[in-house]
């Protein structure tokens, strides 16, 4: 019987390892439409550019190169979501009307190095970055100006870069939108410490409790990486509504062909040294004190259940801003990503966003 086990048990590793393999080619899939044919003229590439000094990685993809320009700012900082888009993509998606680049910031997912300067790892120099990109974006495809996405941590970097370069953009759409992220972590655990005394879950209850919100340390990487972000996708308040399974993140990376086995490796390790080193900055940053007026349209887009990073803050921070144009989408069914929950609401509401800005 033991012999037996231990049989299975090797199959299962190597079966796992044959499957991870034959998923890391490195290489985006071509875009098909719903009869599964390749779209004619579509664009579905990974390209590698020179930025401020390092070779960064993105991932562009459309329908038609002739469509208006996204560039879409990850969140984390150190996540790059393309594989869990991916993953959830339905018939309806952004690249239908839009070529959207999802690029691998500085210290994240496959531009990630083990050479990188910690020291480079600033939100000035992110900016800086982001204006390479940009650039490069709108040269290669011949336009003028594009818009500019962040979602989570991409949205604190997005508004930066929106204050500094509004010549650049059309518009700026916040989805997931930083704020003053420290008040929103307290705002947060509040939430999850009632919520666990109201269901009588004692194993969070005991979790919560010694945790003293109002200590200047607090929220420390420990807190949000060991014990909030476990809680918020428990309660569904977190990255998905819908709920979220750690092994559910863990395939979507898995079976994205776009990444290498050790591109896969470096998403891992580029999320640690991202968040040790961004995301203290954005807790030390309040947006409502620092950024308050753009040049440019601003837009929100923010899940009625997202907790991870506040909705109630997001949408004060809209009210509370300057913009020659502004506009709160609110998505009944999400949590902090409405683009991957509600995608097909998110394409509509960008497709209107396009239109008032083309």
């Avoid at 998923?23 to 439409?33: I, Y």
């Avoid at 999802?102 to 120099?125: E, F, L």
């Avoid at 390479?132 to 970097?157: A, D, M, N, P």
């Avoid at 996708?233 to 509504?241: A, E, F, S, T, V």
Wanted: aromatic share 12%; with cysteine; glycine share 6%.
């Amino acid at each position: 019987m033991l012999v037996i086990i231990l049989g299975v048990i090797l199959v299962s590793i190597i079966l796992f390892i044959v499957v991870v393999f034959i998923n890391s080619t490195g290489k985006l899939p071509q875009l098909k439409d719903t009869q599964g044919k390749v779209i004619k003229d579509s664009i579905s590439e990974k390209v590698w550019i020179e930025v401020n000094g390092i070779k960064q990685g993105m991932f562009i993809r459309g329908e038609n190169k002739d469509n208006p320009i996204v560039l879409y700012l990850h969140g984390g900082p150190g996540t790059p979501m393309l594989q869990f888009v991916t993953y959830l993509e339905n018939d309806e998606r952004l690249e239908k009307d839009f070529t959207v680049c999802y690029w691998d910031q500085r210290g994240s997912g496959m531009t990630y190095s083990k050479t990188t300067d910690p020291s480079t790892m600033t939100v000035d120099q992110m900016v800086e970055d982001t204006k390479v990109v940009t650039e490069y974006l709108k040269e290669r495809f011949g336009q003028e100006k594009i818009y500019l996405i962040g979602h989570s941590w991409g949205s604190y970097l997005g508004v930066k870069v929106a204050e500094r370069y509004p010549e650049d953009y059309f518009a700026y759409v916040g989805i997931g939108q930083v704020t003053d992220q420290t008040k929103s972590e307290r705002l947060a655990y509040d939430y999850m410490l009632n919520h666990a005394k109201d269901i009588n879950d004692k194993e969070i209850i005991n979790k919560l409790e010694p945790i003293d919100i109002n200590e200047e340390s607090f929220p420390n990487l420990n807190y949000l990486v060991k014990v909030r972000t476990g809680i918020l996708n428990r309660y569904k308040i977190g990255h998905l509504h819908q709920g979220l399974k750690t092994t559910d993140m863990l395939k979507a990376l898995f079976v994205f062909k776009g990444y290498t086995i050790s591109e896969k490796i470096k998403w891992f390790r580029g999320a640690d040294f991202s968040m040790v080193h961004l995301f203290p900055v954005v807790l030390s940053n309040n947006l409502f004190e620092s950024s308050m007026k753009f040049e440019i349209p601003f837009y929100i887009v923010q899940g009625d259940y997202d907790y991870q990073v506040s909705q109630v803050l997001a949408e004060q921070y809209l009210n509370t801003i300057t913009a020659p144009k502004k506009e709160y989408f609110s998505f009944n069914n999400s949590a902090h990503s409405p683009n991957m929950e509600e995608m097909g609401k998110f394409v509509k509401v960008f497709q209107i966003i396009g239109m008032e800005n083309s």
